[in-house]
């Protein structure tokens, strides 16, 4: 997907000039002339406003203001990436980044460790789950003074933008460049010492493929929450991984999966479909068509598969979707996926900052683009489409899923699916009406999750993770501290409570073993892998 001859539309053409009059970004020699007068027009304009407006004004801002307006007259996918982001979002589609190797939460006032990464520079220096980081180079990372450092008003402490603010300086602070040593000071909650630990900071990685494990004897499971650029190695660990236990069929979760890099999911995709299987094709707006095909690498192409969607799974997500649906594949199973049909590239603007433009639009093989419509609506309507299919049903009624006869495709095995709005599943799970969730009942769960896992730690390591998932029950007095902590009742629906329960003990695994743990707990009864199971013991 690669674009050696780029064609910027006009409105990106106009920020490059800007670009030009605050600190000249780019090289000219790879873009078209573009009209002059415009771009004088626009030079002339930011030009007043640095010199001769009445007050001071950050231009930098201004400009990212300018190149985001523009991204918006085009579609809902190009996007602009200020630097303050860009680092962010690089190392999550890189799968690693550069720091100690820790998983943590802001415990009251304290940053505690609930995991260590395996193979990270924290497991070398000995750290542990429950390590409470006082204090990092000399730079104090609890109390009043975080919390001053952070920025943080005594009326935003318990909110969602005081918990970012407080991660992201700690985050800053235990982050640097590989290589580095930083000193940390914790404090060991379970033997009360104060340490004082030299850290070497390191690549570490960050997981795609979350959790995987074997539902029964022949039936994998393999959850994957991006396609990031480590994905298909992971993907490949965890598939080898649950063949050797046996497995003949793989349910493989892409639920809430946004998506990520095209060519990653192809080379997934591969593992399922037989030798010279189109798997996708995109075509640029100049009509320049790219096939992509499946090889003989394949590990799984004997293998069964079932693809769980909702309405999160997004653009890669589609397109596994899409290619293993078209080409008579396994079962797609769940409710109508996103519907994101652009491809887009990702453009450096020289100063750390970078847009991702959409350059061609995907098909699945049968010729579908499941893009749904974007034109004539304003990008708040186009985020808010998911509250429509909720009024009109779809989520509880498959035949409420509203099609278009005209965008009717057929597979090679004859079965009939649709283009213009998302992936329509084989087999359709409604959303599970009685399962109720508010922050007010799940809001403070993982805070007092992890009280207990600390409290408990030298009991809870004794456990095993089958055990744990087959016979650990929350103890009720427990239990009611955790409502009375929400302040509720205990008059809970017996369905809210069962779920509430469930999820407090998925997270209670999540910080005693692994995500897997959390998976296993919370999708015991889950109505897509019950559907599965069914399935599957239908075709037995």
Known sequence: MTRKNANFPFYLGMAV???????????????????????????????FIQYDYVDEVDTDQLLDGVIDQMLQQLDPHSVYIPKEEMQRVTERMQGKFVGIGVTFLMHKDSVTVTDVIPGGPS????????????????????????????????????SYT???????????????????????????????????????????????VTGFYMINQVLGYINIDRFARTTHTEFKQALQALI?????????????????????????????????????????????????FATNKGAFEKGNVYVLIDRNSASASEILAGALQDNDKGT??????????????????????????????????TGRSIQKPYKDLHAEGYALEEIGRQIHGELIYKDSIRVVDSLQFKTPGGK???????????????????????????????????????????????????????????????????????KIGDTLAPGTRKNLNKFFRAVMARNVFDETGFYRISQTDDPMILKVLELENQGK
């Open 416 to 486: 009939i699916v649709y283009g213009g709005g998302g992936i329509i599943p084989d087999v359709f799970v409604p959303i599970d009406t009685a399962y109720s969730y508010s922050n007010q009942l799940y809001g403070g769960l993982n805070d007092f999750a992890f009280s207990y896992v600390d409290a408990h730690r030298t009991e809870l390591a004794t456990w095993k993770l089958d055990d744990f998932v087959e016979r650990f029950d929350m103890d009720e007095a427990i239990f009611r501290n955790y409502l009375l902590s929400r």
């Open 162 to 208: 005081a918990k970012r603010k407080l991660s992201d300086k700690v985050i800053k602070t235990l982050k640097g460049n590989p290589g580095t040593e930083v000193r940390v000071t914790l404090y060991r909650r379970s033997s009360g010492d104060i340490l004082e630990v030299p850290i070497t900071r390191g690549e570490v990685p960050i997981k795609s």
């Open 17 to 47: 000039a800007v670009g030009i009059l605050i600190g000249g970004f780019f090289n000219f020699s790879k873009y078209p002339t573009y009209n002059t007068d415009k771009e004088s027009k626009l030079q002339r304009l930011l030009g």
């Open 244 to 292: 050797e236990k046996g497995m003949t069929s793989l349910v493989l979760d892409l639920r809430g999966n946004p998506g990520g890099f095209m060519d990653v999911a192809n080379r997934i995709i591969d593992e399922f479909l037989e030798d010279g299987t189109l798997i996708v094709y995109t075509k640029n707006k100049g009509g320049r068509v790219q096939k992509s």
């Open 123 to 158: 497991e070398s220096a000995g750290l542990l789950p429950g390590d409470r980081i006082l204090i990092a180079d000399k730079d104090t990372l609890f109390g009043e003074v975080l919390f001053k450092k952070a920025g943080i008003v005594p009326e935003e402490r318990n």
């Open 332 to 365: 797609i199973v769940g409710r109508r996926s996103f519907g994101k049909g652009l491809v887009q590239q990702e453009m450096d603007l020289g100063d750390g900052s970078a847009v991702r433009l959409t350059t061609s639009r995907y098909y699945t093989p």
